[in-house]
């Protein structure tokens, strides 16, 4: 029971709609509570310091401030404008003393400037026009637009979002997935993205373009993650030149992963088909000079013309006279491959070889038939035998010619 008071109070701290926090001497916010999250976005957390929260041209009167409180440790007031989770400054009036039982820690309360407080403020910056006071309808539309960004930042796993002002300075920098870049959320709030980046001149010519008004998206790699990126131009109202830019980055490495792993899936089967295709017309050489190509199951366009290839091939590099179509094992084909394998005995001739067709099955004899084509010059054979005694026959009747005498024998007389 003696944690349950102090569990109350964190609860009491966390739920409070008032603007409290407590922060290091140095002026690092360490805990905020949860009104002070609503109005000035999740860039409190994670140790983000006051001094980048407040407006350039109110630093210095705030370090003089907190100086004073670290230096006198009596409770101080000062006004400061303070940049919310939208990225606009907010005049507040800042109540601060130093913590009674840790010296080194600042208790503080914050609250919306007095339009008396607020005037020297606005007189710094003459330059910059009056806006008009916000209703409370539109602060609370803002406020439900901040608090549906931070859910998606808190709650999204594989997203970051970011935004930069005019100048280049980060005015929101969360997401569950900015972990995986080594930063901490919010690490970046207030700093610059030129300056961060002003050792690479190219990297920071390229972030110059995003103001150019495109929206851009692509994917990257960087710090061993695959990266889906939008920047969105941002305007204050439209028409208006760009006054900073939106980037959501969301982690896509598991689908880049499975993607990678489906090309290699991919890869493999269409090397094992090309295995299969090899194995089902394996071209032989059977004899010297003879290649036989019997082919089994169904032929289709593709496979005849890698047939036609293989084997044309094969009897240029076998110097082959004789090239057999083993038909056996083929119960159908279609018109178009009928076409190709008379095509391809012509090939085969153009090459100086004699093709020779086997064991033409009666509906393949058909389909051919039906083309209209011309076969008359087509050598079959009823089977892979006949079509191999053919070819050895033929062979051995041409090297008993080349063998032959051409002169008459001694004592014979040639007839007149």
Sequence with gaps: MESAPSALLGELFARSPDLLFIAS???ALLHGSGGLREALGPGVEGGALLADLAHPDDRAALAAAWSALLQRGEPLSFDVRLRDGGGAYRPLSCNASRSSSD??????????????????????????????????????????????????????EPIAIWATDGDGTYVYHQGKAIAKTGLTPGQHLGRNVFDLYAASPDTA?????????????????????YWDTWLIPLRSAPGERVDGVLGISLDVSDSKIVENELRIQID???????????????????WDGVLTLPMVGTVDSVRTAEVMDSLLRQIVEKRASFAILDLTGVEVVDTKVASHLVELVTAIRLLGADGIVAGIKPTVAQTMVSLGLDLSQLNTQRNLRAALNYAIRTMTRAQAASLAPSHPAPGKTPSP
């Design 25 to 27: 001497a140095d002026g």
């Design 103 to 156: 010296r080194g820690a600042v208790l503080g309360s914050l609250r919306p400037a007095s339009a008396a407080a607020a005037a020297p403020a606005a007189a710094a910056a003459p330059a910059a026009a009056a806006a008009p006071a916000a209703t409370e309808e539109e602060l609370s539309t803002l406020r439900l637009k901040a608090r549906i960004l931070d859910g998606i930042a808190e709650h999204v």
């Design 205 to 225: 010519a390229e972030m110059r373009q995003w103001y150019d008004g495109q929206v851009r998206h692509g994917r990257s790699e960087a710090h061993g993650t």
């Design 268 to 286: 493999r089967i269409a090397a094992q088909q090309k295995v299969i295709r090899d194995l089902s017309t394996p071209i032989i050489e059977v």
